[in-house]
Nanobody, 125 residues
Framework: QVQVTESGGGLVQAGGSLRLSCAAS????????IGWFRRAPGKEREGVAA????????TYADSVKGRFTISQDNGKKTVYLQMNSLKPEDTAMYYC??????????????????WGQGTQVTVSS
């Protein structure tokens, strides 16, 4: 059984930074894909970034390119989302998700069966 747990959310002013962490327990394979998603109030959940555990080029949504960076520490089974130059429109509940195998549609939430509970990020103007 794979479980993922997010942490690191909080309140930050516009232009500031936050780093989210996603810890995964249970079986892990180099072919696993871990994604970050977010849901803003009144909006659908959207994919933000994704990375393959075994390495490779990360995928980013256009709205966060150049500001967010996804990285991982495989020894700690943890994936990070470094968020810089935060904007009020980045305010959302952020979720970490894991899929075991497959690289198609990395930012499509229906491809991920394992989800964390989410961590709130609020950016004030």
């Amino acid at each position: 059984q794979v479980q993922v747990t997010e942490s690191g959310g909080g309140l930050v002013q516009a232009g500031g930074s936050l780093r989210l962490s996603c810890a995964a327990s249970g079986r892990r394979l180099s072919s696993d894909l871990i994604g970050w998603f977010r849901r803003a109030p009144g909006k659908e959940r959207e994919g933000v970034a994704a990375i393959t555990v075994g390495g490779g080029t990360p995928t980013y949504a256009d709205s966060v390119k150049g500001r967010f960076t996804i990285s991982q520490d495989n020894g700690k089974k943890t994936v990070y989302l470094q968020m810089n130059s935060l904007k009020p429109e980045d305010t959302a509940m952020y979720y970490c998700a894991l899929r075991q195998g497959g690289t198609l549609f990395p930012l499509n939430e229906i491809m991920y069966p394992n989800w964390g509970q989410g961590t709130q990020v609020t950016v004030s103007s």
